[in-house]
């Protein structure tokens, strides 16, 4: 192969990887707006199912005795106990955006039996390691790895709400924006919901799917407030607890909806700055540690090099 060969093979890699690059986000945001689409369905199905089955079922719940509940009663409270522990173990895998039912499940196997992996393979490490480690120091590696797998999940759910939580807040004030411009014009705020959700899927994939959630649940259900409430549980930021809150009270004492939205826009925009203004204070301390290690260092060879290095060949000279 000549020289003018590689060079056309080149360009055409390049040129092929350049049109990769141009055209993957697009095809991302198909892929975003496909799934957005499709966990909505999904709600919307949900929902209607458990309609469906909520009135077949309803007359039949109502034909329970006085005499079979108070004979159940202890075992409710047990039940209802492990309901409420299963009910905030479901809040934490719904902010997480994890909406499989078995979720919680999963994630108390993933608490019992990560702890026995790691003390398993710690015991393995400390028994092929050569050098001699006393009896203390095994149980305190011991007891440090079956900590570790017991908060390894935790700690992995917890960074993922975190993440969508700051998704969710960077993008909330512009929604509310949008909603503030459609309430104005005298669409009903279901509609509202449904339409900014997808003019959004292109930015936050995240606040789409928890507003077309919203959209199918205000469409779907009787309850509105309930509705808010499930979106606030849901999302578990600030921000979304905010916007439930003033909806609900606009709602219940008759307030203006595109009032309540427009202060709330103002509120979130100012926590973010806050956000900001306050992660900008605390830089000057963070970056202290790595100036004295790496900045002041090579500033001092910077300086102080030249002069040594005339003083060691005035020394040598002399």
Known sequence: MDDQTVITLLSAVFAAASFVGFALPFLNRSEKKERFRAVIEKRRKALFEATKDGSIHRGRAQQATTSARDSMASLYKMQKMAGEMGEKMRDKMLQAGIRNPSAPIKFMIAQGVLPLVFCVLTMMVISGSEKEISSLMKLLFIFVAAVSGYKLPDILIKNRILKRQQEINLSFPDALDMMLICVQGGIGLEQTVDRV?????????????????????????????????????????????????????????????????????????????????????????????????????????????????????????G
């Open 197 to 317: 959700a997808q003019e959004v899927s292109d930015h936050s994939e995240v606040l789409a799917e928890e507003l077309g959630i919203l959209s199918a649940e205000m469409a779907m259900l009787n309850d509105r407030r309930q509705a808010l409430q499930d979106f606030a549980r849901r999302v578990g930021s600030g921000a979304a607890k905010s916007f439930a809150t003033a909806l609900i009270q606009a709602e219940q004492y008759g307030t203006s909806v595109s009032q309540a939205m427009r202060v709330m826009s103002d509120e979130i925009r100012e926590m973010r700055m806050a956000t900001a203004e306050q992660k900008a204070a605390s830089l000057p301390p963070k970056l202290t540690v790595p100036m004295i290690l790496f900045f002041l260092p090579a500033l001092f060879i910077i300086i102080l090099g030249p002069a040594g290095i005339q003083a060691s060949a005035a020394g040598v000279g």
